[in-house]
Nanobody
Framework: QVQLVESGGGLVQPGGSLRLSCAASGFTFSDYVMSWVRQAPGKGLEWVSNINSGGRTYYADSVKGRFTVSRDNAKNTLYLQMNSLKPEDTAVYYC????????????WGQGTQVTVSS
């Protein structure tokens, strides 16, 4: 069974930093593009970042320059380093695996709450 488990969420002050982790199992992690997606309360899903199997990264304009996605294939773990956090970054953050057509996701983690507040 494919499983994605996020961790590292919590409460952080504006301007602070947080690092999220996603532990993957049940598939060959190193072969897949991986994504971070978030959902603020009462709002729809927002794509945040992708990283491909070779380590190339992509970011939504809302987080570019502040967030860094990375992966450790030896540990089957995906990371999201979040710096200069803003209140509008408050959301549940999900690790997800996109399909090869990049029009949907076939697996999701349970999500981890990030709250940015003073």
């Amino acid at each position: 069974q494919v499983q994605l488990v996020e961790s590292g969420g919590g409460l952080v002050q504006p301007g602070g930093s947080l690092r999220l982790s996603c532990a993957a199992s049940g598939f060959t992690f190193s072969d897949y593009v991986m994504s971070w997606v978030r959902q603020a309360p009462g709002k729809g899903l927002e794509w945040v970042s992708n990283i491909n199997s070779g380590g190339r990264t992509y970011y939504a304009d809302s987080v570019k320059g502040r967030f860094t996605v990375s992966r450790d294939n030896a540990k089957n773990t995906l990371y999201l380093q979040m710096n200069s956090l803003k209140p509008e970054d408050t959301a549940v953050y999900y690790c997800a695996r996109p399909t090869t057509t990049f029009n949907e996701y076939d697996y999701w983690g349970q999500g981890t709450q990030v709250t940015v507040s003073s």
